[in-house]
């Protein structure tokens, strides 16, 4: 039985979509179907003698990451203190998860002008809130504000968000490739945030990327989680262009998280 490394992945995925295409284009089902279609894109590089990042076009071999902190609820002392941390351990690009604009503020003030400050707020709004609220935070120069209103596929008000000139964000939780369309060809997001683990793996990765280039449109794929979908995002991102960093959880741990492996966290 012949092996085609590069093509066997995408059509087992598609497969295995038409399979279950009853349980839904997103949920659990989806995300189980993810984890299938990273580890066949693992084994498929192992029977080819190839990285996997080279298989997906990878012109280099490290990616920057930046830092994605934890919410602190609000308090403009408490954001400041993780906002100098992270920027001390040489994080050049940081996101906070907080929704008050005077604690986006006070991590505004906290670092250098040239430092990149993006803002995750996680769904919380209205449109009628979320554009005055996007519109008072334009001043703080932001790489952009994630997933501003609720329900996150709500691309009409996304749209109307948007037009406060703050670059809006979203993507994770897209249903499917279906929903990655709507969110491009409704002009919704200046940042498109595939997620591997949600969305089809790595060869739903590879579609949207094709997508959103003929969109004009920028890939930073969404990674706040460990284990091996933050290595197949690595290796996904190192196919992007080089301002495009991984996402990395601004979180210590005591001991190592993989055996045989190290991401550095590089600002």
């Known amino acids: 039985m012949s092996f085609d490394a590069a093509a066997q992945p995408e059509v087992l995925n598609v497969a295995a979509q038409r399979a279950f295409h009853s349980y839904g284009s997103t949920g659990p089902t989806m995300y189980a179907l993810s984890a299938v279609d990273i580890a066949l894109w693992n084994l498929a590089g192992q029977a080819a003698g190839v990285p996997l990042c080279r298989m997906l076009g990878a012109s280099r071999a490290c990616v920057d990451g930046y830092a994605s902190l934890v919410s602190y609820d609000n308090?403009?002392?408490?954001?400041?203190?993780?906002?100098?941390?992270?920027?001390?351990?040489?994080?050049?690009?940081?996101?906070?998860?907080?929704?008050?604009?005077?604690?986006?503020?006070?991590?505004?003030?906290?670092?250098?002008?040239?430092?990149?400050?993006?803002?995750?707020?996680?769904?919380?709004?209205?449109?009628?809130?979320?554009?005055?609220?996007?519109?008072?935070?334009?001043?703080?120069?932001?790489?952009?504000?994630?997933?501003p209103v609720w329900p996150p596929d709500d691309y009409a008000r996304l749209t109307r968000v948007r037009r406060s000139g703050v670059p809006i964000a979203a993507g994770e939780n897209a249903a499917g490739i279906a929903g990655i369309r709507q969110y491009l060809e409704s002009g919704a997001v200046d940042v498109l945030q595939p997620r591997v683990t949600?969305?089809?793996?790595?060869?739903?990765?590879?579609?949207?990327?094709?997508?959103?280039?003929?969109?004009?449109?920028r890939v930073v794929p969404h990674c706040f989680f460990y284990g091996p979908g933050l290595l197949a995002t690595a290796l996904i991102v190192a196919s992007l262009p080089d301002t495009v960093a991984l996402e990395m959880p601004g979180v210590h741990f005591e001991a190592a998280t993989y055996e045989g492996h190290e991401l550095e966290n590089r600002g």
């Open 75 to 147: 308090d403009p002392a408490e954001v400041a203190r993780p906002v100098h941390r992270v920027h001390a351990e040489g994080f050049t690009q940081i996101k906070l998860h907080e929704t008050s604009a005077d604690a986006i503020r006070a991590a505004r003030e906290a670092l250098p002008a040239e430092v990149e400050l993006m803002v995750d707020v996680n769904c919380p709004w209205s449109v009628e809130e979320a554009a005055p609220q996007a519109a008072r935070l334009h001043s703080q120069g932001l790489a952009w504000l994630e997933e």
């Open 198 to 217: 949600k969305l089809g793996g790595v060869t739903a990765v590879r579609e949207v990327m094709t997508l959103a280039n003929r969109h004009g449109v």
